[in-house]
């Protein structure tokens, strides 16, 4: 028998205070059946679970692998915690342009923090993103209005200069 929607957003808050309250192994066995239905954001909230017994390397493969299952559902935190992760190089290969990609999609999906990191990539016409001022100082504006840390400073900033 299948979850309501209800239930599974239940489910995920609950999961969700376990992992605030540092109890994993209970997030994790609230998370199991919602894994098992591919639900984005369980993919999410697993890869930040700590799994008795994991060796760090076990815990970083299944953290990256639960976030690009996520990510490929297009979950706007997965999206973004993807592009960081190819944006710093941690784990894999360096690849802004894909980060950026990753970014935009998340910001397109309503991410605080990828709008600030899109709209940047806008501003300056980098990592792969075709340069539009005015649209980046939008992205900005948004991150700004969301209380995105950094972004006001930011804003100031390509305001004086553009």
């Known amino acids: 028998m299948g979850f309501t929607s209800s239930e599974y957003s239940d489910g995920l808050l609950a999961a969700r205070k376990a992992m605030d309250k540092g109890d994993y192994n209970?997030?994790?066995?609230?998370?199991?059946?919602?894994?098992?239905?591919?639900i984005a954001e369980a993919q999410y909230l697993y890869s930040s679970c700590a799994v008795e017994g994991e060796t760090g390397s076990e815990a970083d493969n299944r953290s990256f692998s639960y976030i690009e299952m996520a990510a490929k559902q297009e979950y706007p935190d997965a999206l973004y915690a993807l592009g960081v992760i190819y944006d710093s190089g941690d784990g894999v290969d360096k690849d802004v342009v894909k980060a950026s990609s990753l970014f935009k999609t998340a910001a397109e999906k309503g991410h605080a923090r990828a709008k600030l990191s899109y709209g940047l990539d806008l501003f300056y016409g980098s990592n792969g993103i075709s340069k539009d001022e005015s649209l980046g100082l939008s992205f900005i504006k948004r991150a700004v209005d969301e209380d995105v840390e950094g972004a006001e400073e930011i804003l100031e900033k390509l305001s004086a200069v553009s």
Not at 26 to 37: Q, S
């Open 26 to 38: 209970k997030a994790v066995e609230i998370l199991r059946p919602l894994l098992n239905m591919q």
